[in-house]
């Protein structure tokens, strides 16, 4: 909802209290706080530069998953139009769309029946050569922003989303991806590479035998002949 209405703490020379544990309002829960907290923090994102939409978009295959076929199509929404999508209804769904294409980034819904988002984002992390992977709750709690990051999840986002600070998000995921891609890429030539140079150094120690070789077994011919 709007600002925080809360007043800077003066600074000065002078030593505060220390302030004691801070308190709810009246009738709030520990979850609608916690949603409140991470909303702050990407409204913060978004406005301060540290995590600006890019001036120059790139253009992602992007699967996005949940199990509300509403809040799914309004997911779609909210990204531009040159990305290529794929819906999937269910994390089943998700895992079965990975096995068909590649994707740079997945985003998924936390809360759906059967196979959760953390258990999805736990899936595709064992899969080779993984996506980055957002989650998206509109229940945030403790245990699965704990859950997200110890599973290696790329971000997690608290509905009501913010378009700026999604797209931004996906933009930072697709690059991610690409450089990752480069990454394999760069490691798998490399590895070629010493390879060949490990061949060519076994075939020139015994082309150097080989000579060696001949050189003994020619010797007493010349020897003979003389």
Not at 41 to 69: C, E, I, R
């Amino acid at each position: 909802a709007g600002g925080s209405g809360e007043a800077a703490s003066p600074s000065g020379p002078s030593r505060a209290a220390s302030p004691g544990p801070a308190q709810l309002p009246a009738g709030r829960r520990p979850a609608d706080a916690a949603a409140a907290a991470l909303r702050r923090a990407d409204h913060v994102a978004s406005t301060t530069g540290s995590n600006p939409v890019p001036s120059q978009l790139v253009a992602g295959d992007l699967l996005l998953v949940d199990d509300d076929p509403f809040l799914l199509r309004s997911l779609r929404r909210l990204l531009p139009d040159l990305h290529r999508v794929v819906l999937a209804g269910s994390a089943e769904a998700a895992l079965l769309a990975l096995d068909a294409q590649p994707f740079d980034v997945v985003v998924t819904d936390v809360h759906m029946p059967g196979m959760s988002g953390i258990d999805l984002l736990a899936a595709i992390r064992r899969r080779p050569s993984p996506p980055p992977v957002v989650l998206v709750s509109s229940m945030p709690d403790l245990d699965s922003a704990l859950s997200a990051v110890s599973s290696g999840a790329f971000r997690y986002l608290v509905r009501p989303l913010d378009a700026d600070v999604l797209n931004a998000t996906v933009q930072r995921a697709i690059r991610m991806a690409r450089l990752s891609q480069i990454e394999r890429e760069l490691n798998a030539r490399t590895a070629v590479a010493v390879a060949d140079e490990q061949r060519r150094d076994v075939l020139g120690r015994e082309l150097d035998a080989t000579l060696e070789g001949l050189q003994v077994a020619w010797q007493p011919i010349v020897r003979w002949s003389e």
